[in-house]
């Protein structure tokens, strides 16, 4: 494998911002990699030629191709480079197969929002790239000491190395989300060229099917997840989702490292979105942004009425129907609220039925608005996030840092990195927002009610917006967290 003492490491996943999001993955496929390069790592990431990606990479040129692989369509592999920010370019290996990625909808769905029917091959095709590019097999110059797998998509890049007998890259397997797996019927095993002997509980075999995420945590050599609390709550029912004895039998191999958020995108004393930037220690031009907002999407303009932001999938895992259940009486406080999102087209539906219902007080926007995402963040004086379970989740670090204090759940990462507003917590300087469990209607409307009794106290919010503002949730920290892991591979 390489022979630089430069640690070389091959970054496998289906989406990246700015090119192609659906939700967190996204975004640490952007930050996650320029932090390593900054620890002096040398990161490529491996991508699937999707249209969006084909038209934002610069530079591309072709590298290899790749016409014999026998469960698959030709492709070709492109190398080209991603701007994620002004002055950070980061190389990616392109994969160019019109066939398989060169269709209108997103990374893993229609237009319509139907699964692609082709996605184990789709996918496949990612893992299976993946896995020559690790090994001596691969047909370029560039070797990886590590591989590190994102989520299901590219879950069968360990399992194909593990049957490959040549010289090989470690792998890291990282979870995202355990509750999307990559499920698909077992036929698919020989379809996608893996020996039926790997169809057994102790391979990719998941409850009679084959599972894309189960293959990546079953072979990888080392396994990692976004927070330090979902390490935990994942090794149990009910957030293991079928993959607990697993995952508790690989407990010394798992490791929880909580996300960063990209600190100069995220940034109000600098952020181009905001109509004032403002800081903690000049916490009062947070109001103009209150202002624009509320204007902005139609509700009574009042700097004392306490305004409650939500930007979220619209799910059953978000908590969406709890924030529905609540609405009502939540505007009696009197309080307000915007939310931005989309997802389950009823909740969306009872959603925008409410704004219609209240809408002086209630505003609803379906869909995704970068820009109205940063002025949310900014404009609203508090952030509710009422998860059933959260891996990690970046909106509550986006809102500390917002000094906008977050309502959560008491789950995953927001437990990790969001700490209960109470007596101790504020004379101790730590308090940053408020935690609620368990995940019932009544109990995130005593969130609420607390958050608006504590907004009333202007000493105390400042306080806790400025206790928020001062935490650190740059990549920093994680990335030197894989950094380590990747060495203790490596020797």
């Not at 592999?77 to 066939?99: H, M, Q, Y």
């Not at 979902?230 to 798992?254: C, D, M, V, W």
């Not at 986006?398 to 101790?424: E, F, K, M, N, W």
């Amino acid at each position: 494998m390489a022979s630089s003492r430069k640690l070389h490491v091959l970054f496998i996943t289906s989406e990246v911002y700015p090119l192609c999001k659906t939700g967190g993955l996204g975004d640490v496929s952007a930050a996650l990699p320029i932090a390593l390069r900054e620890l002096n790592i040398d990161v490529k990431l491996l991508l699937p030629g999707y249209p969006q990606v084909l038209a934002g990479v610069k530079y591309k040129s072709k590298v290899a191709e790749f016409n014999e692989l026998q469960q698959f369509p030709s492709s070709t592999l492109l190398l080209a480079r991603l701007s994620l920010n002004k002055s950070e370019n980061i190389p990616v290996f392109v994969i160019d197969c019109p066939g398989l990625f060169n269709r209108e909808g997103g990374p893993y769905m229609d237009t319509l929002g139907r699964e692609w029917p082709d996605n184990a091959l789709r996918f496949g095709l990612l893992s299976k790239i993946g896995a020559i590019l690790s090994s001596d097999a691969s047909p370029i110059a560039w070797h990886p000491h590590i591989t590190h797998c994102n989520d299901w998509q590219s879950g069968l890049t360990p399992a194909y190395l593990h049957f490959y007998h040549g010289k090989k890259a470690a792998t890291v397997m990282t979870i995202h989300n355990l509750a999307f797996q990559g499920i698909f019927p077992p036929g698919s095993v020989v379809q996608l060229g893996l020996p039926m002997d790997s169809f057994d509980m102790n391979g990719v075999e998941y409850y009679g099917n084959m599972s894309f995420l189960k293959a990546g945590l079953y072979y990888a050599d080392h396994i990692t997840t976004v927070s330090a609390n979902y390490a935990h709550e994942i090794q149990k029912e009910p957030l293991g989702f079928g993959l607990q004895g697993l995952l508790s039998t690989r407990r010394n191999n798992l490791t929880g490292i909580t996300n960063g958020i990209a600190i100069n995108h995220w940034n109000p004393t600098t952020d181009s979105y905001l109509t004032k930037n403002y800081s903690s220690k000049k916490l009062s031009d947070k109001a103009a942004n209150k202002h624009t907002l509320q204007q902005l999407m139609g509700l009574t303009i009042d700097a004392n009425t306490p305004l409650f932001g939500v930007i979220s999938r619209l799910n059953h895992q978000k908590g969406t129907d709890l924030l529905i259940q609540i609405a009502p009486q939540l505007i009696k406080i009197p309080a307000q609220l915007i939310v931005l999102g989309s997802d389950h087209a009823e909740l969306e539906h009872q959603l925008s039925m409410l704004a219609q219902t209240y809408p002086e007080a209630i505003a609803v926007r379906i869909g995704f608005d970068e820009a109205l995402s940063h002025l949310i963040e900014a404009g609203v004086d508090c952030f509710l996030m009422p998860s059933r379970f959260e891996p990690c989740g970046l909106n509550q670090m986006y809102s500390q840092r917002y000094g906008t204090p977050p309502i959560v759940h008491a789950t995953g990462g927001l437990l990790d990195t969001v700490v209960d507003c109470t007596p101790t917590t504020l004379a101790e300087g730590s308090a940053s927002g408020f935690l609620f469990e368990p995940v019932t209607a009544n109990s995130l409307l005593d969130a609420i009610r607390r958050a608006v009794q504590t907004f009333h106290n202007k000493k105390t919010w400042q306080q806790l917006q400025k206790n928020g503002m001062a935490k650190d949730f740059s990549w920093n920290a994680s990335a030197a967290a894989y950094q380590k892991i990747y060495s203790s591979l490596v020797r």
